[in-house]
């Protein structure tokens, strides 16, 4: 009994000199975080509550109130989506932190609750506006090159953010990427992005990149937050490109005054209406997404105005033929 109260006294004491960042880090390397997708997303958003928080002060220590509050000054402004996806990573991870390490660790308090996600029947956009969006001149090329390729391969763009230069099959265009589910998949683009690839990997210096991060961070990565060797570029110092900021960009330059901006994600699911659109068979537009289910594919190859406009002559009289 002696023994047990002892061994009970020290994992309490481990438990409580835990940090934040060294919490954050041992949940990180763990099979829960297995994927390099998934890793890269909870470590975004943990990186950034550990810097709110402060990353040394001790787990057991901050209340679910001071996380909470935390959340709401990091993602308040965000979308449903985008709230509830970075709530849910933080649920999980103190989740994990109690239940597999027996850490002591706060919960989220019930006013720190899952958003609701309003079904917006609009999120494809008209094959018409994508084509304005990914052609405008006032649009860095970096940019240009990333949302022109989510289009074309219709995937997730942190698929495409995970890419390295060497990943690349410039000749047949395309190039594997790690899905959802762990599988190793290829995703195709066609001429457009083939264009700006070559220009995007151009160094000052006349020669291309070989290596490294395909979509680049502007600067070079401070001291204190480096990131893993794998996701510097060789070539120039700078860090890959992270999904928070290519969100928020997206977001900039599609704001108009009526709206806040576009999702990053619309792109893909325009991608899969303007396909069905064009009557393409369900089967290729699930082997072009990479979804497993019909049902899933079916949420999004939604019929645009055009397609239904079109179907809509096939009710009328029979036209005479004279």
């Known amino acids: 009994m002696a023994g047990q109260q002892a061994g009970t006294a020290v994992t309490a004491i481990r438990g409580g000199a835990v940090t934040l960042a060294e919490a954050a880090d041992t949940f990180l390397s763990s099979p829960r975080a297995a994927s390099p997708n998934t890793r890269r997303a909870y470590a975004g958003v943990l990186d950034r509550l ?104 219709a995937a997730r763009a942190s698929e495409i953010l995970a890419l390295n230069v060497e990943d690349l099959d410039l000749e047949q265009r395309r190039a594997p990427v790690r899905s959802k589910g762990g599988d190793t998949e290829f995703v195709y683009w066609d001429t457009g992005t083939a264009h700006l690839l070559p220009r995007l990997l151009r160094l000052t210096d006349g020669t291309s990149r070989a290596s490294g991060p395909l979509f680049l961070a502007a600067r070079r990565p401070v001291p204190a937050r480096r990131p893993a060797p794998r996701d510097i570029c060789p070539h120039t110092g700078r860090g890959r490109l992270g999904y928070d900021r290519a969100r928020i960009l997206f977001r900039k330059y599609t704001a108009t005054a009526a709206s806040g901006g576009l999702e990053l994600h619309q792109l893909r699911h325009s991608a899969a209406t303007h396909l069905g659109d064009q009557k393409v068979p369900l089967q290729l537009i699930m082997a072009k997404t990479r979804h497993k289910s019909p049902r899933t594919v079916m949420r999004y190859v939604k019929p645009g105005d055009e397609a239904v406009a079109e179907v809509t002559s096939l009710l009328g009289p029979p036209r005479r033929s004279h």
Do not use: F
């Open 50 to 153: 550990a810097a709110e928080l402060g990353p040394d002060r001790q787990l057991a220590a901050v209340p679910g109130d001071e996380i909470a509050a935390a959340l709401r000054r990091l993602w308040d402004g965000c979308a449903p989506a985008t709230w509830n996806r970075n709530r849910a990573a933080i649920v999980s991870w103190l989740t994990w932190c109690a239940a597999k390490k027996r850490w002591p660790a706060p919960q989220l308090p019930p006013d720190a609750e899952r958003r609701k996600e309003n079904n917006d029947a609009t999120r494809a956009l008209p094959r018409g506006r994508v084509e304005r969006l990914l052609s405008r001149r006032d649009v860095p090329l970096r940019e240009k090159t990333l949302w022109r390729m989510l289009y074309e391969t």
